[in-house]
């Protein structure tokens, strides 16, 4: 309503129509030169109104792969049109819409579990970097991070859900890669040596590596919290 106000007043401005002349339209003997101005200010705020909900929906698309909406159930009942992110996603609004997160057969559950996330937007709480991996038919899986709050109307009553999705594959694939490169040189490590130990500040053994704590007859794991000089006092 405050667009359509600001483009309007802006228009009248520059074409001159008064609110006089605007309302003088209804009566009986209005002129056909202020019609004729009116519909020519109609015509300019239609474009102006259009030009912000091209660079609106721009922004929107620039902030965020997916744009989405729920019901009271938590089913979705819209989602952006963006062709590109849903092909990316490997799904139609068709299979989305009337489905709730945990419905979607493309979706595996998120870190926690579906039981855990209902139970947050059961109670209305806002969704923040939600990690979900899209399985999709025949084509490498990608990974999304969910944002959302709940929607309130005017008298605070709960009306849903809003969110927007990006795409986080990129990053995931990365923190995969890591994750699996640190398990391969920890493996490395333990093959490398027969045993290690780390200890805290004060010298107590507080780590020691699996190997040792695997060999048959071995005190290792009594060596947790004491000093190597009170282990081998000689």
């Known amino acids: 309503e405050g667009d359509v ?8 401005a520059d074409s001159g129509v008064t609110r006089d002349e605007a309302s003088a339209l209804d009566s009986p003997g209005s002129s056909r030169p202020a019609i004729s101005r009116f519909a020519s200010v109609a015509g ?14 721009a922004r929107m698309r620039l902030s965020a792969d997916l744009h989405s909406e729920t019901d009271t159930d938590m089913r979705f009942s819209w989602v952006s049109q963006d062709l590109a992110s849903l092909v990316k996603l490997g799904v139609q609004p068709s299979d989305l819409i009337g489905q709730r997160l945990d419905t979607v057969s493309v979706f595996e559950a998120p870190e926690g579990g579906w039981d855990a996330l209902n139970e947050r937007m059961a109670q209305h709480k806002p969704l923040r970097e939600l990690l979900l991996e899209v399985r999709r038919p025949g084509r490498m899986p990608i990974w ?9 109307d005017e008298h605070g009553h709960f009306c849903g859900y809003e969110g927007v999705g990006r795409d986080v594959t990129e990053q995931r ?32 053994i507080e780590q020691i590596g699996a190997v040792a ?3 048959p ?18």
């Open 173 to 204: 694939l990365a923190y995969l890669k890591l994750a699996e490169s640190e398990r391969r040189h920890a493996l490395m490590a333990e093959l490398s040596v027969d045993w290690y130990w780390q200890t805290d500040a004060e010298h107590r």
């Open 217 to 234: 007859g071995d005190r290792a794991a009594e060596a947790i919290g004491q000093t190597r000089w009170a282990l081998h006092p000689d």
């Open 144 to 152: 999304v991070a969910l944002n959302g709050r709940a929607h309130r």
């Open 44 to 57: 300019d705020v239609e474009r102006a109104l259009g030009e912000r909900e091209r660079r609106w929906q």
């Open 213 to 215: 704590l695997e060999q």
């Open 5 to 12: 106000s600001g483009a309007l007043r802006a228009v009248q």
